[in-house]
């Protein structure tokens, strides 16, 4: 299965959007490039992923989380990432 | 039959070597991996134990040859990202197909690269120049095959002749089995993809299109060098451009093993042809 363009939309609890978060997928149901994205002014990131589950960190500064997203084949799909103490 | 198809390399301007890296490079051939066990741990490409090395005398050569890239989509997409990408000629930079074109990532082409050769945290010892023409493979764009996840960046100004760059050679099976290959790139768990980290280890096998190895690599590493080096009075010779993680090597070779495509005879004639372009 190839990967299809997924858009993530990273928040804080407060629904506030993290700009500059860098993520990088780390584990995923097909091969994903060695890439790493960057979270624009509104929080978002494009990035192909293959559908199925989707171990993907988050860094920026000394923070990091591990989120796992069950990605849909639905291209285009925004999904919805809250990270705590961001 | 096989032919070895060659690009020159070049020190650039200042002769002097790092004096680290006579320590930190591996050369040749051996029997020995240089650690026999490689358990998955956690992340999906540092195989083990993280025995990555930060290089911090990147103004040097060769480290100064490979460069920090920040890509950016071309508007309206925001988005942006980080790889690794290294000087084969004066204003020819090699890196993944994936970090110059990608229809998931960017809508197709990237629209703009800065480059930072040697970059070292806070410290640009040859500055920033930004890029807006690329080369990926033909394949890489039709078929998103990671066999042929190669592309380049084409730089107005000819910083590597500065920096120096790297030569490339197709080697054949034979003379990849048991070489000991290094990679040095900018992953983004380590100083956020502005610092230059770097590990080696033996070639692990080949298939006909890729080289595997469990050398440390993360997100960000992407298009980085995969090179080899007879001795410490050799030249790097590059024979591939490191890709993908564990995912991307077959179950049934048994092995855990990142990976990346090889500089096969028709995919160095294809860059000769990037080279040439103005």
Known sequence: ????????????QGGRPLAGMMLVVEQASAPVP???YVTDDAGGARLGLPPGPAVIRFFRGDYSRRVTLTIEDAPDRTYEVVLDDA | MFRVIETEGS???????????????????????LRTTAVRVGAETVIGTDERVRVFDTDKYPWRMVAALNISARPPLGVSGV??????????LLTAGHCVYSKTDFDGWAGTIEVSPGRNGAKFPFGTVTATRFSALQA????????????????????GDTVGYFKLASLTDRDLENSMINISGYPADRGAGTE???????????????????????GGQSGSPVWYQAGPNDEPVAIAVHAYGIAGTPSGFGITANSGPRLLPEVVETIREWLALP
């Not at chain 2, 650039?12 to 020995?32: C, I």
């Not at chain 2, 890489?140 to 910083?159: A, K, N, S, T, Y």
């Open chain 1, 1 to 12: 299965m190839g990967r299809i363009a997924c858009v993530l939309h990273v928040t804080d």
């Open chain 1, 34 to 36: 060695e890439m790493a």
């Open chain 2, 11 to 33: 020190q650039g301007a200042d002769k002097a070597a790092s004096p680290v890296a006579e320590d930190l490079v591996v050369y040749g051939k051996s029997d020995q991996r």
């Open chain 2, 83 to 92: 790889g690794t990408g290294w000087f084969i000629g004066p204003k020819t």
């Open chain 2, 140 to 159: 890489w764009q039709d078929d998103v095959d990671p066999d042929f996840d190669i592309g380049c960046i084409h730089l107005d100004q000819p910083l």
């Open chain 2, 196 to 218: 230059q980290y770097f590990h080696v280890n033996r070639v692990l096998r080949t298939s006909a299109r890729r080289v595997y190895y469990d050398i440390d690599t993360y």
